[in-house]
Antibody, heavy 125, light 106 residues
Framework: EVQLVESGGGLVQPGGSLRLSCAAS????????MNWVRQAPGKGLEWVSY????????YCADSVKGRFTISRDNAKNSLYLQMNSLRAEDTAIYYC??????????????????WGKGTTVTVSS | DIQMTQSPSSLSASVGDRVTITCRAS??????LNWYQQKPGKAPKLLIY???SLQSGVPSRFSGSGSGADFTLTISSLQSEDFATYYC?????????FGQGTKVEI
C-alpha cells in the first residue's frame, strides 16, 4: 500500500525549532519529488515547500523562506522539514504529499496524488 | 506569484443537484490546474489533474474543464459523500498556490 506518515509535530514556543519527518512506503521514494503543504486552523491549504528527486531543486513559500528547510534521505525513504524561528502563524497541520507527473502532448503536468494524514504543529507560549 | 480565486466561497445544494465551482488564475497557466476534495479532519484527496483528467478511482460524476486562466469543476449529480471543501491549485510555477476553497454544504 502506498503510504506517507508524518511525525514530529508538537507544541513549541515562539522562536523555537521543530523537525518534521515523513516516512514513505509502498513506492520507490527516490523516483518522486515531494511537497509539504500546511493548513492553519479553520483555514485553507497553503503550499509550503518542494524538493526534487535528487535534492537538486528546492522551493519554499515566501512565508517560510529563510526559516524552513526541506530535505530528504532517499536511503531512508524519508522527507524532512526543518522549521526554525517559529511564529504563531506557523501553527497548522502539516501534510507531506507526493508529486506525480503525467505527460500529455509532450507536456508534463504535475499534481499531488498521495497525501499523509498530517502532523500538528502548535506555536504558542 | 500566481493568485488563484475560487467562486463561490460556499454553496448550499441538495443531493442530485448539478454543482459548478469556478477557479480563476491571475495569469494564464495553460492546463496546469488540479482540483482536490477535503472532508473535515481528513487529508486532501486529488480529484482532477491537468484541468480535465480524472484521477483513478474518482467517480465519473466529477469533471473538470478549462484552460488558460479560467477553470471549472462540475459535479453532475451531487451525492451525500460529496459534501466537502474543494480546492483548485496551480502547478504552472512555484509557489504552487491554492485557491481559498469552496465549501459545499447541504
Amino acid at each position: 500500500e502506498v503510504q506517507l506518515v508524518e511525525s514530529g509535530g508538537g507544541l513549541v514556543q515562539p522562536g523555537g525549532s521543530l523537525r518534521l519527518s515523513c516516512a514513505a512506503s509502498g513506492f520507490t521514494f527516490s523516483s518522486y519529488s515531494m511537497n509539504w503543504v500546511r493548513q492553519a486552523p479553520g483555514k485553507g491549504l497553503e503550499w509550503v515547500s518542494y524538493i526534487s528527486t535528487s535534492r537538486g531543486t528546492t522551493y519554499c513559500a515566501d512565508s517560510v523562506k529563510g526559516r524552513f528547510t526541506i530535505s530528504r534521505d532517499n536511503a531512508k525513504n524519508s522527507l524532512y522539514l526543518q522549521m526554525n524561528s517559529l511564529r504563531a502563524e506557523d501553527t497548522a497541520i502539516y501534510y507531506c504529499a507526493r508529486d506525480e507527473g503525467t505527460k500529455e502532448d509532450k507536456i508534463y503536468y504535475y499534481y499531488m496524488d498521495v497525501w499523509g494524514k498530517g502532523t500538528t504543529v502548535t506555536v504558542s507560549s | 506569484d500566481i493568485q488563484m480565486t475560487q467562486s463561490p466561497s460556499s454553496l448550499s445544494a441538495s443531493v442530485g443537484d448539478r454543482v459548478t465551482i469556478t477557479c480563476r488564475a491571475s495569469q494564464s497557466i495553460s492546463r496546469y490546474l488540479n482540483w482536490y476534495q477535503q472532508k473535515p479532519g481528513k487529508a486532501p484527496k486529488l480529484l482532477i489533474y491537468a484541468a480535465s483528467s480524472l484521477q483513478s478511482g474518482v467517480p465519473s460524476r466529477f469533471s473538470g474543464s478549462g484552460s488558460g486562466a479560467d477553470f471549472t469543476l462540475t459535479i453532475s449529480s451531487l451525492q451525500s459523500e460529496d459534501f466537502a471543501t474543494y480546492y483548485c491549485q496551480q502547478s504552472y510555477s512555484a509557489p504552487r498556490t491554492f485557491g481559498q476553497g469552496t465549501k459545499v454544504e447541504i
